[in-house]
């Protein structure tokens, strides 16, 4: 049984930086697709960030490659960091991790379907204030 935990939100200014953690318990790191979407109120969600595990491929949407990027969370290899600098108001969002488990190495992973992923964490909140 795969279980999916986030933490890391928060309320902080433009300009200043969060990161966000993620730990998948019952699959192993270095065979899954692992990321996080996030969803605007009354929106659906979207691809925020994606990383094969197996391999190493990432995917950033448009919006916030350059100030988001990746970080192994542990030597055991079951969490993932998402650094997020230069947060902007339009950030703003419940951030979701995702785990999907067949990873193939060399592939990149879905940053436009959230359907591809079976598992959610219960998502946790980031505020950006102007």
């Known amino acids: 049984q795969v279980q999916v935990a986030e933490s890391g939100g928060g309320s902080v200014r433009a300009g200043e930086s969060l990161t966000l953690s993620c730990e998948a318990s019952g699959t192993t790191y270095g065979s899954t697709c692992m990321g996080w979407f996030r969803q605007f109120p009354g929106k ?7 990383v094969n595990t197996n391999g190493g491929i990432t995917s950033y949407s448009e919006s916030v490659k350059g100030r988001f990027t990746f970080a192994q969370g542990n030597p055991e290899n079951t969490a993932l960091l998402l650094q997020m600098n230069s ?20 592939f990149g992973c879905s940053l436009h379907n959230p359907a591809a992923y079976p598992y959610w964490g219960q998502g946790t909140q980031v505020t950006v204030s102007s």
């Open 87 to 106: 947060l902007k108001p339009e950030d703003t969002a419940l951030y979701f991790c995702v785990v999907r488990l067949d990873a193939l190495y060399g």
């Open 44 to 50: 659906e969600r979207e691809g925020v960030a994606v």
